[in-house]
């Protein structure tokens, strides 16, 4: 009698057993479908090569015609920049949070006739603008992921003449020379500090100012690489620290005392050792 009432129990649970494990399971395939998604959003952040991007060019044989741009960054020539630069699509640049990432891209030769050395030859470029929906072919408007490559850099990879390319792409670090640089515009109610030449991550997510005789006072973005704050006019007069966060491995590192006292606005600083972030 205990058997069966013990075999009987037994039966009696299975079914429930596989309603909980069918249950289980199917929390754990819509938390894995999330994921998936909130990964696929972030198509800025990848670190693994990832194709269904396109590349094309722009700016000239002499990619003169990449100075200026959305991130803020000026004369890219002279800021640490180069040639070595690209435009996103709003897939990629993030309301402006990416400026300042490198990306390495590489073209997919099996997809195009137009790649050199049968897609293997690959470049890093810095995020310095911004394509914007719209444009010719269409090939920025969401959700496409696109480069809009300075033509040195398309010409390295591909024929020009094939003049829209796909590619595999990844985020990967920032090398430049020098410090981080700041430049330091507005007046005595408004500053604007642009935030340049930054390695590593490279793409600038919080900045924060500091008088020698101030607390540090947190700044909003602006525009691109454009960060702001409400003065105050006491900081005129004062060496100026700057505390920058960089997004994708939310590193932070202080600047202390990057301009001299007797700064003025208009003016760039860069810290003498040649701070950097790796």
């Not at 195009?112 to 269409?138: E, H, K």
């Not at 033509?151 to 595999?168: D, N, R």
């Not at 515009?185 to 924060?208: H, I, K, R, S, T």
Request: hydrophobic fraction near 40%; aromatic fraction near 12%.
């Amino acid at each position: 009698m205990k058997t069966m009432t013990t075999c009987c129990s037994s039966a009696a649970l299975r079914p429930q057993t596989r309603i909980r494990e069918a249950l289980l399971m199917a929390i754990m395939t819509c938390v894995f479908k999330t994921v998936q998604v909130a990964t696929a959003q972030n198509l800025w952040e990848v670190t693994e090569f990832t194709r269904g991007a396109l590349a094309t060019f722009y700016g000239g044989n002499d990619a003169s015609g990449t100075l200026g741009g959305a991130c803020g960054y000026g004369n890219l020539f002279q800021n640490g920049y180069g040639v070595e630069t690209t435009a996103l699509s709003t897939a990629l640049f993030n309301d402006g949070l990416t400026c300042g990432a490198c990306f390495q891209i590489q073209c997919v030769a099996s997809e195009s006739d137009w790649c050199f050395a049968d897609g293997t030859l690959s470049i890093t470029v810095t995020a310095t603008n911004f394509c914007p929906p719209g444009s010719t072919g269409g090939w920025c408007d969401p959700p496409q992921p696109h480069f809009d490559l300075s033509y040195p850099m398309f010409a390295t990879l591909a024929q020009p003449v094939g003049g829209v390319i796909p590619v595999q792409y990844r985020r990967v670090s920032c090398l430049k020379r020098g410090g981080v640089r700041f430049q330091v515009n507005g007046n005595p109610w408004f500053f604007l500090v642009l935030v340049m030449n930054v390695a590593g991550a490279g793409d600038v997510e919080a900045v924060a100012i500091k008088g020698t005789r101030s607390e540090w006072i947190s700044m909003q973005r602006n525009w691109g690489q454009n960060w702001e704050s409400n003065g105050p006019p006491e900081l005129i007069g004062q060496a100026l620290s700057f505390r920058v966060t960089v997004g994708l491995k939310r590193e932070t590192m202080d600047f202390i005392d990057a301009a001299p006292a007797d700064w003025q606005f208009g003016q760039t600083f860069e810290d003498d050792s040649g701070l950097n972030f790796t």
